[in-house]
């Protein structure tokens, strides 16, 4: 299969040669039957690559859902002999009532969307031999070389001396030291600081807790949350985002060694809690739970959002296409839920208790266990808690939990997961009209009523929904 370019673009009558250029038109059933033969005639008479039949609000989706169905990653060895580059030509035929043609603005936007996807995907596919946290961050280097800013790094030794006992002792035994990083984005004007905590754990052996030889390959995958926010905040800082935002990446390889955790040690993490290990299999929440506290703490973010490839329990609870969803806000639910459907990147709910579920961490020894005691209770939200528990749950920011473990894959390729939501979901802190359409916040809520229940710092907090 040759490298393959997506090349947005505005529809045109010019007529070639179908065998030359290939037609596929692609829609929902309905938009399909609402085409007609005027509009479509120069491109089958013929034309382009591919044809986009949907309404104006299906257009983002639309777009990514194209680039996931090109993967950017091969080390096939015949390839070399067929690389000529590609390109598909993407053209959208929007049907009424909102029938124009695509700006050039859109057309940019949808291009820098699919590139980021592609990109994160890529990243997820490479293994670990290519994508250690050495190669991780040269990555996040050239995206914050693209955007114009240098990441801040803290790593190895430095963690541990820093208190963050979560990274430093699921990454302790690889041969490549664990890393926090962070790209921060702080435009003039902005009123909100936005903080994405990614899970990168760039190979997951289960460590002392070892996983088994059916169950360990694969987990090359284990970095998608990650991924997923170093493509979502480059596109978003490319489309004007005109609040504080920062992309922390909790980068580690939970491997085996002299160095490794065992089963019984106790860490101190970020938040100043200790915890009892006594899975080390559990390992995202403590690197996640680092990077939500670093983002409360030192960069006081209003509005948190972690996401990761958490648990085998997500797939369990809400299947291969929707990702687990925890949060503090129920109106954020509502708008995390609208963005999935948006953006094809979908999510469903989960039971949101704390009160009754994180006796599960209950510890004689230390402030928690990592992992529960009783697997079946409710154990997808009860991962997501662990977060929340080091931040507090009397936190007053908004806080939300992406488990999105299942969807990060799709047979042998990743999907570029949770690109396409975070994206929908803070559409309305972008100066494109197109994120700006298909997100959800500020659509459905009563304003009235929300100041009536916030007020001051809180309310502020929350100024987006």
């Known amino acids: 299969m040759a490298a393959v370019e997506l090349e947005f673009c505005q529809g045109s009558e010019d007529e070639s040669d179908p065998r030359d250029k290939p037609v596929l038109i692609v829609g929902q059933q309905g938009d399909l039957q609402k085409l007609t033969w005027k509009q479509v005639r120069g491109k089958l008479q013929p034309r382009v690559n591919e044809e986009v039949v949907c309404e104006r609000s299906a257009v983002f989706a639309s777009?990514?859902?194209?680039?996931?169905?090109?993967?950017?990653?091969?080390?096939?060895?015949?390839?070399?002999?067929?690389?000529?580059?590609?390109?598909?030509?993407?053209?959208?035929?929007?049907?009424?009532?909102?029938?124009?043609p695509l700006t050039t603005a859109t057309l940019k936007c949808l291009s820098n969307a699919a590139e980021s996807i592609r990109m994160a995907a890529r990243i997820v596919d490479t293994p670990c031999n290519e994508m250690s946290t050495?190669?991780?961050?040269?990555?996040?280097?050239?995206?914050?070389?693209?955007l114009g800013m240098v990441p801040t790094i803290i790593r190895g030794e430095e963690l541990q001396k820093k208190g963050f006992g979560g990274i430093y002792g699921v990454g302790k035994a690889a041969v490549n030291p664990p890393a926090l990083a962070v790209l921060s984005h702080k435009p003039e004007g902005a009123t909100q600081t936005i903080a994405w905590v990614g899970k990168g754990?760039?190979?997951?052996?289960?460590?002392?807790?070892?996983?088994?030889?059916?169950?360990?390959?694969?987990?090359?995958?284990?970095?998608?949350?990650?991924?997923?926010?170093?493509?979502?905040?480059r596109a978003a800082v490319k489309q004007g985002f005109k609040e504080?935002?920062?992309?922390?990446?909790?980068?580690?390889?939970?491997?085996?060694?002299p160095k490794a955790t065992r089963p019984d040690d106790?860490?101190?993490?970020y938040s100043g809690k200790?915890?009892?290990?006594?899975?080390?299999?559990?390992?995202?929440?403590?690197?996640?739970?680092?990077?939500a506290v670093y983002a409360s703490k030192d960069l006081k973010a209003d509005i948190i959002l972690d996401i990761a490839t958490l648990t085998g329990a997500q797939g369990i609870a809400t299947g291969k296409y929707h990702a687990g969803l925890l949060t503090n806000s129920e109106n954020w639910e509502k708008a995390c839920v609208k963005a999935g459907r948006k953006s094809g990147d979908l999510v469903q709910p989960l039971v949101y208790t704390p009160e009754l579920h994180f006796s599960e961490f209950s510890s004689a020894m230390a402030d928690m266990k990592n992992?529960?005691?009783?697997?079946?209770?409710?154990?997808?939200?009860?991962?997501?808690?662990?977060?929340?528990?080091?931040m507090g749950f009397d936190w007053s920011g908004v806080w939300i939990?992406?488990?999105?473990?299942?969807?990060?894959?799709?047979?042998?390729?990743?999907?570029?997961?949770?690109?396409a939501l975070l994206l929908a979901l803070f559409g309305r802190a972008t100066d494109d009209p197109m994120l700006q359409l298909v997100s959800p916040l500020g659509s459905d809520v009563d304003k009235k009523s929300e100041e009536g229940e916030l007020t001051g710092k809180a309310l502020k907090r929350r100024r987006l929904v």
């Open 63 to 100: 777009a990514c859902a194209i680039a996931r169905a090109f993967p950017l990653f091969s080390r096939r060895s015949g390839l070399s002999k067929h690389s000529e580059r590609q390109t598909v030509a993407v053209e959208f035929i929007l049907l009424e009532p909102s029938n124009g």
């Open 134 to 146: 050495d190669d991780f961050l040269q990555e996040i280097k050239t995206v914050g070389s693209e």
């Open 201 to 233: 754990i760039v190979y997951d052996t289960g460590g002392l807790s070892i996983k088994g030889k059916t169950l360990m390959p694969g987990m090359k995958r284990d970095c998608g949350g990650a991924a997923a926010v170093l493509g979502a905040f």
């Open 244 to 257: 504080n935002l920062h992309a922390i990446f909790c980068l580690a390889e939970n491997a085996i060694g």
């Open 266 to 269: 106790i860490h101190r993490l």
């Open 274 to 291: 200790t915890v009892e290990i006594n899975n080390t299999d559990a390992e995202g929440r403590l690197v996640l739970a680092d990077g």
């Open 371 to 390: 992992f529960v005691s009783d697997r079946n209770n409710a154990q997808c939200s009860c991962a997501g808690l662990f977060v929340a528990a080091h």
């Open 401 to 419: 939990h992406v488990d999105m473990a299942f969807p990060a894959y799709s047979g042998e390729r990743a999907t570029g997961y949770g690109v």
